[in-house]
């Protein structure tokens, strides 16, 4: 069983930056894809930023240049980094863990996917 536990959310002006870490437990950070996903009141959940086991990045428009993912698998940790921040920006943040999948035989197996509690970050104007 797979548990995430976000941090670093928290109230900041336009134009200032927060840093989130998202910490997991378990074995199988390293081999699984991480990714940050944003829900503000009344909009659906969307994908804000993605990083694959070998540290590629990819984000959503409305991010890209701002926010930069990491991870460090020593650590079990994944992090968004958030500059530049716009009062848009504000949203639960959550992390997400995608198990890698696996075949047997001819039938493909999705892997587990686990989701931390969130953590709240708000811009003012």
């Known amino acids: 069983q797979v548990q995430l536990v976000e941090s670093g959310g928290g109230l900041v002006q336009a134009g200032g930056s927060l840093r989130l870490s998202c910490a997991a437990s378990?074995?199988?950070?390293?081999?699984?894809?991480m990714g940050w996903y944003r829900q503000a009141p009344g909009k659906q959940r969307e994908l804000v930023a993605t990083i694959t086991t070998s540290g590629t990045t990819n984000y959503v428009d409305a991010v890209k240049g701002r926010f930069a993912i990491s991870r460090d698998n020593a650590k079990n940790t994944v992090y968004l980094q958030m500059n530049s921040l716009k009062p848009q920006d504000t949203a639960v943040y959550y992390c997400n863990l995608q198990a890698p999948g696996f075949w047997k035989g001819m039938r493909y197996f999705a892997g587990d996917e686990y989701w931390g509690q969130g953590t709240q970050v708000t811009v003012s104007s």
């Open positions: 378990g074995s199988t950070f390293s081999i699984s894809a």
